[in-house]
């Protein structure tokens, strides 16, 4: 996790959970998995324990420790709502960003089923919170269509889509109810090709539909050679936000206290790793 990020959409990321397991054809070639594995047995590395599910309490509060208004992307380097994830460690994460308004946070997921059901129910609340914006993969019609149908069934004021390794020509994406589209071809060894009419056709789309679009990058295996222009151009739109200043610096600490007695609480359950058996990528 880092208060800065290279990744063109968002300012920071933040993992208080690390590690994941592969669901759909996006997964193929995760990025993620790839940096984690590379520190599997360093120990007193951060992936000392490779890409294998780990909460990472410890991490509950950093945001509420960064005073600039950041965007930031929850879980990079894994999936809020993996089955091993449990519903009150992600209700923590969720009062932490409802805690610090004054970032704004991205929560991207494949698990779009348990995302849903959590905010039509116990975490229906989260669903209003003005700055968290959630989010839902998108690699091909078959995986990422179910998905879009889970996300705008959901009160959510903020959904967007990240189209991202785009696999197919998705043909017409049902776009309604959807505030933001990230694209993006997929990058690093073995990448699948985009193809310049599937782009085009997604921008097309948020162009009539009036959703704000955003191109993240054409990826093969060199992604800076590829750049980032569609039709000689960026796109780097965003939905409207407010951005909001940070609370004087004895409200944030007051925050920070509260919310160490819930990292306390989780640090001191203790037994955060999670491992699964690998699934392999369909
Ligand atoms: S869901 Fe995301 S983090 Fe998890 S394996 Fe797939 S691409 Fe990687």
Request: proline share 5%; aromatic share 10%.
């Amino acid at each position: 996790m880092s208060d800065q990020s290279k990744i063109e959409w968002t300012d920071a990321t933040w993992n208080p959970v690390r590690g994941c397991t592969k669901v759909s054809p996006g997964c193929k070639h995760c990025y993620a998995e790839v940096f984690a594995e590379r520190f599997r047995g360093v120990a007193g590395h951060a992936y000392e324990q490779g890409f294998d599910l780990r909460l990472v309490p410890e991490k509950l509060t950093q945001p509420l420790t960064w005073r600039e208004p950041r965007m930031i992307f929850v879980n990079s380097m894994s999936d809020l709502f993996q089955d091993g994830v449990p519903d009150k460690y992600i209700a923590a994460v969720v009062e932490v960003m409802a805690a610090a308004d004054w970032h704004t946070f991205q929560v991207l997921t494949k698990r779009s089923k348990r995302m849903c059901e959590l905010l039509r129910s116990r975490l229906r609340h989260a669903a209003s919170l003005q700055n968290v914006w959630w989010g839902v993969s998108v690699e091909d019609r078959k995986h990422g269509f179910p998905r879009i149908k889970d996300l705008t069934s959901t009160p959510a004021e903020v959904r967007f889509l990240s189209i991202e390794p785009l696999l197919e020509d998705l043909g017409v994406v049902p776009l309604a109810g959807i505030d933001w589209v990230i694209l993006g071809g997929e990058s690093g060894a073995g990448a699948r090709a985009m193809e310049e009419s599937w782009a085009l056709s997604i921008r097309d789309q948020c162009r009539i539909a009036r959703v704000p679009f955003f191109f993240k990058q054409w990826g093969g295996m060199n992604k800076a050679k590829q750049g980032r222009l569609l039709c000689g151009r960026t796109y780097d739109e965003f939905p409207c936000f407010n951005s909001q200043t940070a609370p004087p610096d004895n409200e944030r600490r007051r925050l920070l206290n509260t919310f160490l007695g819930v990292q306390m609480q989780w640090n001191q359950n203790g037994g955060h790793s999670l491992s699964k058996p690998r699934t392999n990528c369909r």
